[in-house]
């Protein structure tokens, strides 16, 4: 079984319903949720790092569920909230104190939401047009890769690189000055 497949599993109904404010749905997906997390944890993290990775993942679940935009993306998102809580637990046991953030997000988070939404409409127009399409489709249109491969007729692989390598092109132009 691959990490998070529990949350792959999760009824979409439950997902929709803890982002909903639902608090039985969000003590049911929280208790789907953990084994797979900690699993994932167990893989990636150091061993005295675990059980903090699967606290601060489900904490954030807790916390910020209610602003998960799509419930396809459920699993992906907390798969990027578990790998981040290694991360950051990592450095901390590194430099003994948590990597302070990048100076660039620094400044993308003190921005009006008008300029971001302006910029991110250009850094999304800048983008080649298979990166474009592939984008639009996720992101805006909020389909799921499934749904993208039909649409492209790609492979799964081709479609979630171009995704990745576009968000990454988009990064990039947000944070350069």
């Given at each position: 079984m691959t990490a998070l497949a529990?949350?792959?599993?999760?009824?979409?109904?439950?997902i929709e319903a803890a982002r909903s404010g639902d608090a039985d749905a969000l003590v049911a997906l929280i208790a789907i949720a953990q084994p797979d997390i900690r699993r994932y944890a167990a893989r990636n993290c150091r061993a005295a790092d675990i059980d903090d990775a699967v606290q601060e993942t489900l904490l954030l679940l807790y916390r910020r569920v209610g602003t998960l935009?799509?419930?396809?993306?459920?699993?992906?998102?907390?798969?990027?909230?578990a790998?981040?809580?290694?991360?950051?637990?990592?450095r901390r046991a590194a430099g003994g104190a948590e990597?302070?953030?990048?100076?660039a997000e620094a400044r993308l988070a003190h921005r009006a939401p008008?300029?971001?939404r302006i910029d991110l409409s250009r850094a999304i127009q800048s983008l080649p047009d298979h990166y474009?399409?592939?984008?639009?489709l996720r992101d805006?249109?909020?389909?799921?890769?499934?749904d993208i491969v039909g649409v492209l007729g790609l492979t799964r692989e081709s479609v979630k690189a171009r995704i990745h390598r576009?968000?990454?092109?988009?990064?990039?132009?947000?944070i350069r000055d």
């Open positions: 529990g949350a792959r599993r999760c009824d979409p109904l439950l935009r799509a419930v396809t993306s459920f699993s992906a998102w907390l798969f990027a909230v790998r981040r809580a290694c991360l950051r637990l990592l990597a302070p953030a990048d100076d008008e300029d971001i474009r399409e592939v984008i639009l805006i249109e909020e389909l799921s890769i499934d576009a968000r990454i092109m988009i990064r990039e132009y947000l």
